[in-house]
C-alpha cells in the first residue's frame, strides 16, 4: 500500500497486538510511531530494559504542581507496547506523535490528578455536547449493533480475538479503517474540539517523519483517528490549530500500573472488562480455554475448594458446547465464566466472583526499573521498601508488626510518615490475637495514583524523613483547631519525627492557653493521653507532652460543670460523650492528684439539679465504675432522680447516661435488684401521657443490651425484683451474691491480682495476704465439715 502504514488498533486489545506485531514483521518499516506524548520520547529505550515489567504507565505532571497529571497506561498486550519492543528490537527509531503534555495538561483543572482519557483511546473521548457522546463513549457498540450483537466485547471477540492465525496481516486494519471511516462520516469528529487538535498535531509529525524516513513508516494509534490521519489536509490548517495553545513545564517518568487499574470499574476511559483474562489470551501459546480452565482450577484449590482434574475437562467440553450453541466461533469469555459457574462452583456465584476479581481483573503489579527518571522522594522510598522488604503488591494483604523487633519498627515509622505526607500505600488495622501496645496491624495496597502522591509530597523534602518532618511543622501551625494540633502531635511520635515535635509542642501550648471551648479542649486530651501512656513503646520521648496534658486537663476540670447548665438534649450528649472520653483520658495519666480533681468534679455534676439528667447519670455511674460511689449513695441519686416530682423526660434521660451507652449497664441492673427496682418503681408510675414521650429513650437505652442480659432483666421484672426464692434465702442481695463483702476472701485473691498487674507486694503485705489466704482455706474446710455433718445427720 502507498503512503505511511497505518495501524488503527483497540487499546489494550490482544488481537490488535497480535495483528501490529505481524503488520510489522512484513512491512519492516525504517520508523514506528506511536500515540503518545512526546515528552515520553527519551524514556522510550527503558522499555527494552530487562528490569521493565508491563503493566506500566508514562506519567507526566505539571512541574510545580504535581497533582495535575495523566497517566498513558501500557500492558503486555497493549498494541502501543508491542511497536515499541518490536522498534527496539529491530534497532528501527520510535516516537511518540500524540498532542504533548505540556499542552494538554495546561488545560486541566487542578485537582483532577487522573486524566486517564488523554490516551488517545478510540474509547475514552468525552465529548463536550451530547451530539455523538455514546458514540465517542465505545465506537465499537455501533460496530457491534451493526453487526447485530448485543454485547460489543462479544461482537470484537469474534470478529478480532478469534481470528486464526495467517492470510494478510494488514486485511484487519485495513477493514476497521474503513469501518471507523464510515463511522466518521455519519457522526463527525464527535464535537470534540481536543480530538481535532490532537490529530493536527498528529499529522504534523507524520509530516516530519516522511521528510526524515520516507513514505514507508508506521504509525500506531486508535482507530478512531485513522481517517483523520489519511485525510488530506494542509500543514498550514494544521498550525493554526496548534497555535497559542496554553502551555505548562512537565516532567514525565515511568510508573508502575495494575490490570486492576485498566479495568473499566475504575473509571478508566479506555479500561477493559478483563484485562486479566486478555493477557491470557495475549500470552498462551495454544489452547487457550483448556489453560484457562486449569488456571481456575488452581485458584479454587487454593480456597480449599474440591475441584479435580474431571472438573476441568467438563469445564471445557461445556464452554465448546456453548459456544457452538450460540454460534461462536470459539469459546468466549462469557462461556468459560458459565461453564465455571456449572461445573466447578455447582452453580453458586460466591466462588464465581472469586474468579472474576483474582484471574478475570486481576492484581498484577508493574515493575520499573531502579534507574528510571524519579524524584528523589521516589527514589528515597525504594531504597526503604527494599531496606525493609516492604515489596509494593497491588493486592491487598495484612502486615502484623511487633514494634520490640528493629525491622518491624522501622516499618512501622516508613508507614505512618508516608500517611502523615498523604501517601496512603497501608492503613492501621485492627490487631488480631493482641491487645498489646507493642503490636500493630497494617493493611497495605499499593496503587498507581500513590505514584503522583509521592510526586505531590517531595515539595516537602527529598527523604521520606525530612519531607513528613517538613509537612508536620506546616501542618501544625496552619491547624485551626486544638484537636487538630494534639492529634497531629500523636501522630509524629508515632512516626518518630522527633524534629517536629518542638514545633509542634509550641504550636500546642500555644492553642492550649489561649482556648476555652471546653468542647475542643475535651477533644483534644485523649490524644495527648494515648500519647503520654504507649508513645514511650517505640522510645520515644514524651515528657514534653505532660505538662500541656495536665494543664488541658486543669482547664476542663474547672470549666465542665458551668458548661453542663442550660443545655438542650442535643448539646447534653454531646457533652456526656466528652465526658467519657476525658474520664478515660485521665485515666491513662500518671497523675494520682489529677484523678483525685476530675473525682471532684464528677460528684459536683451527679448531684447538680441544673445539670442534664444525662449527664448526672452518666458522672454517677463513672463514679460507681470506679468505686468511689457507695450503693447507698447510688440508690440515694436514683431515687433523687426517678422521684415524681422529676420531669419523665429528664428521668429517662438520667437512666440512659447511668445504664445506657454499653459498658455493661444491664449486668450492673441484673447483679443490684435494689437499683432495678427502682427503675421498675418509676417505670410504671410515669403518667400515660409522659409514657410515649419517654418510650423512644428507654428503648434506645434497652435495646443496646445483649439479648441474655434483656432475657434476664425480663425474668427479674416478671417475678419483681427481690421477690424471687434465691432473695428469700439472701435477703435483699441478688442471686449468688452474699449480704455482705467478705473482707477476708476478697484479701486472699490480692496476689495473684498483684501479680497479673507486674506489682510486688511489700514483705508485710505478702505476709498478710499468706495469713488471709490461710484463714480463708480454713474457713472452706470448716463449711465442708459442716456440710457433711448435716448430711449423716
Same mark, same amino acid.
Not at 276 to 288: I, N, S
Given at each position: 500500500?502507498?503512503?505511511?502504514?497505518?495501524?488503527?488498533?483497540?487499546?489494550?486489545?490482544?488481537?490488535?497486538?497480535?495483528?501490529?506485531?505481524?503488520?510489522?514483521?512484513?512491512?519492516?518499516?525504517?520508523?514506528?510511531?506511536?500515540?503518545?506524548?512526546?515528552?515520553?520520547?527519551?524514556?522510550?529505550?527503558?522499555?527494552?530494559?530487562?528490569?521493565?515489567?508491563?503493566?506500566?504507565?508514562?506519567?507526566?505532571?505539571?512541574?510545580?504542581?504535581?497533582?495535575?497529571?495523566?497517566?498513558?497506561?501500557?500492558?503486555?498486550?497493549?498494541?502501543?507496547?508491542?511497536?515499541?519492543?518490536?522498534?527496539?528490537?529491530?534497532?528501527?527509531?520510535?516516537?511518540?506523535?500524540?498532542?504533548?503534555?505540556?499542552?494538554?495538561?495546561?488545560?486541566?483543572?487542578?485537582?483532577?490528578?487522573?486524566?486517564?482519557?488523554?490516551?488517545?483511546?478510540?474509547?475514552?473521548?468525552?465529548?463536550?455536547?451530547?451530539?455523538?457522546?455514546?458514540?465517542?463513549?465505545?465506537?465499537?457498540?455501533?460496530?457491534?449493533?451493526?453487526?447485530?450483537?448485543?454485547?460489543?466485547?462479544?461482537?470484537?471477540?469474534?470478529?478480532?480475538?478469534?481470528?486464526?492465525?495467517?492470510?494478510?496481516?494488514?486485511?484487519?486494519?485495513?477493514?476497521?479503517?474503513?469501518?471507523?471511516?464510515?463511522?466518521?462520516?455519519?457522526?463527525?469528529?464527535?464535537?470534540?474540539?481536543?480530538?481535532?487538535?490532537?490529530?493536527?498535531?498528529?499529522?504534523?509529525?507524520?509530516?516530519?517523519?516522511?521528510?526524515?524516513?520516507?513514505?514507508?513508516?508506521?504509525?500506531?494509534?486508535?482507530?478512531?483517528?485513522?481517517?483523520?490521519?489519511?485525510?488530506?489536509?494542509?500543514?498550514?490548517?494544521?498550525?493554526?490549530?496548534?497555535?497559542?495553545?496554553?502551555?505548562?513545564?512537565?516532567?514525565?517518568?515511568?510508573?508502575?500500573?495494575?490490570?486492576?487499574?485498566?479495568?473499566?470499574?475504575?473509571?478508566?476511559?479506555?479500561?477493559?472488562?478483563?484485562?486479566?483474562?486478555?493477557?491470557?489470551?495475549?500470552?498462551?501459546?495454544?489452547?487457550?480455554?483448556?489453560?484457562?480452565?486449569?488456571?481456575?482450577?488452581?485458584?479454587?484449590?487454593?480456597?480449599?475448594?474440591?475441584?479435580?482434574?474431571?472438573?476441568?475437562?467438563?469445564?471445557?467440553?461445556?464452554?465448546?458446547?456453548?459456544?457452538?450453541?450460540?454460534?461462536?466461533?470459539?469459546?468466549?469469555?462469557?462461556?468459560?465464566?458459565?461453564?465455571?459457574?456449572?461445573?466447578?462452583?455447582?452453580?453458586?456465584?460466591?466462588?464465581?466472583?472469586?474468579?472474576?476479581?483474582?484471574?478475570?481483573?486481576?492484581?498484577?503489579?508493574?515493575?520499573?526499573?531502579?534507574?528510571?527518571?524519579?524524584?528523589?522522594?521516589?527514589?528515597?522510598?525504594?531504597?526503604?521498601?527494599?531496606?525493609?522488604?516492604?515489596?509494593?503488591?497491588?493486592?491487598?494483604?495484612?502486615?502484623?508488626?511487633?514494634?520490640?523487633?528493629?525491622?518491624?519498627?522501622?516499618?512501622?515509622?516508613?508507614?505512618?510518615?508516608?500517611?502523615?505526607?498523604?501517601?496512603?500505600?497501608?492503613?492501621?488495622?485492627?490487631?488480631?490475637?493482641?491487645?498489646?501496645?507493642?503490636?500493630?496491624?497494617?493493611?497495605?495496597?499499593?496503587?498507581?495514583?500513590?505514584?503522583?502522591?509521592?510526586?505531590?509530597? #517531595?515539595?516537602? !523534602?527529598?527523604?521520606?524523613?525530612? *519531607? &513528613?518532618?517538613? /509537612?508536620?511543622? =506546616? $501542618? @501544625?501551625?496552619? %491547624?485551626?483547631?486544638?484537636?487538630?494540633?494534639?492529634?497531629?502531635?500523636?501522630?509524629?511520635?508515632?512516626?518518630?519525627?522527633?524534629?517536629?515535635?518542638?514545633?509542634?509542642?509550641?504550636?500546642?501550648?500555644?492553642?492550649?492557653?489561649?482556648?476555652?471551648?471546653?468542647?475542643?479542649?475535651?477533644?483534644?486530651?485523649?490524644?495527648?493521653?494515648?500519647?503520654?501512656?504507649?508513645?514511650?513503646?517505640?522510645?520515644?520521648?514524651?515528657?514534653?507532652?505532660?505538662?500541656?496534658?495536665?494543664?488541658?486537663?486543669?482547664?476542663?476540670?474547672?470549666?465542665?460543670?458551668? #458548661?453542663?447548665? !442550660?443545655?438542650?438534649?442535643?448539646? *447534653? &450528649?454531646?457533652? /456526656?460523650?466528652? =465526658? $467519657? @472520653?476525658?474520664? %478515660?483520658?485521665?485515666?491513662?495519666?500518671?497523675?494520682?492528684?489529677?484523678?483525685?480533681?476530675?473525682?471532684?468534679?464528677?460528684?459536683?455534676?451527679?448531684?447538680?439539679?441544673?445539670?442534664?439528667?444525662?449527664?448526672?447519670?452518666?458522672?454517677?455511674?463513672?463514679?460507681?465504675?470506679?468505686?468511689?460511689?457507695?450503693?447507698?449513695?447510688?440508690?440515694?441519686?436514683?431515687?433523687?432522680?426517678?422521684?415524681?416530682?422529676?420531669?419523665?423526660?429528664?428521668?429517662?434521660?438520667?437512666?440512659?447516661?447511668?445504664?445506657?451507652?454499653?459498658?455493661?449497664?444491664?449486668?450492673?441492673?441484673?447483679?443490684?435488684?435494689?437499683?432495678?427496682?427502682?427503675?421498675?418503681?418509676?417505670?410504671?408510675?410515669?403518667?400515660?401521657?409522659?409514657?410515649?414521650?419517654?418510650?423512644?429513650?428507654?428503648?434506645?437505652?434497652?435495646?443496646?443490651?445483649?439479648?441474655?442480659?434483656?432475657?434476664?432483666?425480663?425474668?427479674?421484672?416478671?417475678?419483681?425484683?427481690?421477690?424471687?426464692?434465691?432473695?428469700?434465702?439472701?435477703?435483699?442481695?441478688?442471686?449468688?451474691?452474699?449480704?455482705?463483702?467478705?473482707?477476708?476472701?476478697?484479701?486472699?485473691?490480692?496476689?495473684?491480682?498483684?501479680?497479673?498487674?507486674?506489682?510486688?507486694?511489700?514483705?508485710?503485705?505478702?505476709?498478710?495476704?499468706?495469713?488471709?489466704?490461710?484463714?480463708?482455706?480454713?474457713?472452706?474446710?470448716?463449711?465442708?465439715?459442716?456440710?457433711?455433718?448435716?448430711?449423716?445427720?
Amino acid at each position: 500500500m502507498s503512503g505511511p502504514l497505518l495501524l488503527g488498533i483497540r487499546h489494550h486489545g490482544p488481537g490488535s497486538a497480535r495483528a501490529v506485531r505481524a503488520a510489522l514483521d512484513a512491512a519492516r518499516p525504517p520508523a514506528v510511531l506511536v500515540e503518545g506524548p512526546p515528552e515520553g520520547d527519551a524514556l522510550l529505550p527503558l522499555a527494552a530494559d530487562p528490569g521493565m515489567r508491563p503493566p506500566v504507565a508514562l506519567l507526566a505532571h505539571v512541574a510545580d504542581d504535581p497533582g495535575r497529571a495523566a497517566f498513558w497506561p501500557l500492558a503486555e498486550f497493549s498494541p502501543e507496547w508491542v511497536a515499541i519492543r518490536w522498534a527496539l528490537a529491530h534497532e528501527v527509531p520510535v516516537r511518540f506523535i500524540d498532542l504533548p503534555a505540556a499542552h494538554s495538561l495546561a488545560g486541566e483543572p487542578p485537582g483532577q490528578p487522573e486524566a486517564d482519557t488523554d490516551t488517545g483511546t478510540d474509547a475514552g473521548r468525552d465529548a463536550d455536547t451530547e451530539a455523538g457522546a455514546a458514540l465517542r463513549l465505545d465506537p465499537l457498540a455501533a460496530l457491534a449493533e451493526a453487526a447485530g450483537y448485543e454485547d460489543p466485547e462479544r461482537w470484537w471477540e469474534d470478529v478480532v480475538e478469534h481470528r486464526g492465525a495467517g492470510g494478510d496481516p494488514l486485511a484487519a486494519f485495513e477493514a476497521v479503517g474503513e469501518a471507523m471511516a464510515a463511522l466518521r462520516e455519519d457522526h463527525g469528529d464527535g464535537a470534540d474540539a481536543r480530538d481535532l487538535v490532537r490529530e493536527a498535531h498528529m499529522r504534523q509529525r507524520m509530516r516530519a517523519a516522511r521528510r526524515e524516513f520516507g513514505d514507508a513508516y508506521a504509525v500506531v494509534c486508535g482507530a478512531w483517528h485513522v481517517p483523520a490521519l489519511r485525510a488530506k489536509t494542509t500543514a498550514t490548517a494544521d498550525r493554526a490549530l496548534l497555535t497559542g495553545l496554553p502551555k505548562v513545564k512537565t516532567e514525565t517518568a515511568w510508573v508502575p500500573w495494575t490490570h486492576r487499574r485498566l479495568s473499566r470499574a475504575t473509571g478508566y476511559g479506555a479500561g477493559i472488562g478483563s484485562p486479566g483474562w486478555y493477557r491470557h489470551l495475549f500470552t498462551a501459546p495454544d489452547r487457550p480455554v483448556e489453560r484457562w480452565m486449569t488456571k481456575v482450577a488452581g485458584l479454587l484449590r487454593e480456597e480449599d475448594r474440591q475441584v479435580s482434574s474431571a472438573h476441568v475437562i467438563e469445564a471445557v467440553r461445556l464452554a465448546d458446547t456453548l459456544a457452538a450453541m450460540r454460534g461462536r466461533p470459539l469459546a468466549g469469555l462469557s462461556e468459560t465464566l458459565d461453564a465455571v459457574r456449572a461445573v466447578m462452583c455447582e452453580g453458586s456465584d460466591v466462588p464465581l466472583a472469586l474468579v472474576e476479581d483474582r484471574l478475570v481483573v486481576g492484581d498484577d503489579l508493574g515493575e520499573v526499573p531502579e534507574h528510571a527518571p524519579a524524584v528523589p522522594l521516589q527514589r528515597d522510598l525504594t531504597r526503604s521498601q527494599r531496606t525493609l522488604r516492604l515489596k509494593p503488591d497491588a493486592a491487598e494483604r495484612e502486615l502484623e508488626l511487633d514494634l520490640r523487633k528493629d525491622t518491624d519498627t522501622a516499618r512501622s515509622l516508613l508507614l505512618h510518615r508516608l500517611r502523615l505526607l498523604g501517601i496512603g500505600w497501608g492503613e492501621p488495622a485492627a490487631s488480631r490475637g493482641s491487645t498489646g501496645t507493642f503490636r500493630e496491624t497494617w493493611r497495605l495496597r499499593w496503587e498507581p495514583e500513590l505514584s503522583v502522591r509521592v510526586a505531590e509530597a #517531595a515539595v516537602w !523534602g527529598t527523604t521520606v524523613l525530612a *519531607a &513528613a518532618t517538613a /509537612r508536620a511543622e =506546616a $501542618d @501544625a501551625r496552619a %491547624a485551626g483547631q486544638l484537636g487538630e494540633v494534639t492529634a497531629l502531635a500523636e501522630r509524629c511520635l508515632a512516626a518518630g519525627l522527633t524534629d517536629a515535635l518542638p514545633v509542634v509542642m509550641r504550636v500546642l501550648a500555644d492553642r492550649a492557653a489561649l482556648g476555652t471551648d471546653v468542647g475542643q479542649l475535651a477533644k483534644a486530651l485523649p490524644a495527648l493521653a494515648r500519647a503520654l501512656r504507649y508513645g514511650d513503646v517505640r522510645g520515644t520521648d514524651t515528657a514534653a507532652l505532660a505538662e500541656v496534658a495536665a494543664g488541658i486537663a486543669e482547664r476542663i476540670c474547672v470549666a465542665l460543670p458551668p #458548661a453542663c447548665a !442550660g443545655l438542650d438534649a442535643e448539646g *447534653a &450528649a454531646e457533652l /456526656r460523650g466528652h =465526658a $467519657d @472520653a476525658v474520664h %478515660a483520658a485521665i485515666g491513662l495519666l500518671a497523675d494520682r492528684g489529677l484523678r483525685d480533681r476530675w473525682s471532684g468534679v464528677l460528684r459536683t455534676l451527679a448531684g447538680r439539679d441544673t445539670v442534664p439528667g444525662g449527664i448526672r447519670g452518666r458522672a454517677a455511674r463513672l463514679l460507681l465504675d470506679d468505686g468511689l460511689l457507695p450503693a447507698g449513695e447510688t440508690a440515694r441519686l436514683m431515687g433523687l432522680a426517678l422521684s415524681r416530682a422529676a420531669a419523665p423526660a429528664d428521668a429517662a434521660a438520667w437512666i440512659e447516661g447511668f445504664v445506657g451507652g454499653g459498658g455493661g449497664g444491664g449486668t450492673l441492673l441484673v447483679h443490684d435488684e435494689r437499683l432495678l427496682g427502682l427503675i421498675d418503681d418509676w417505670l410504671t408510675g410515669v403518667p400515660a401521657d409522659a409514657f410515649t414521650d419517654v418510650l423512644p429513650l428507654l428503648r434506645r437505652t434497652f435495646g443496646a443490651y445483649e439479648p441474655g442480659v434483656r432475657r434476664t432483666l425480663g425474668e427479674l421484672v416478671r417475678r419483681g425484683p427481690g421477690a424471687g426464692p434465691a432473695a428469700a434465702v439472701t435477703g435483699s442481695a441478688p442471686p449468688g451474691f452474699a449480704p455482705e463483702l467478705d473482707p477476708v476472701r476478697a484479701e486472699a485473691v490480692v496476689p495473684l491480682v498483684r501479680m497479673l498487674l507486674g506489682r510486688p507486694q511489700a514483705p508485710a503485705d505478702a505476709g498478710a495476704a499468706a495469713e488471709a489466704a490461710a484463714e480463708a482455706q480454713e474457713r472452706q474446710a470448716h463449711g465442708e465439715r459442716e456440710e457433711k455433718a448435716g448430711v449423716g445427720r
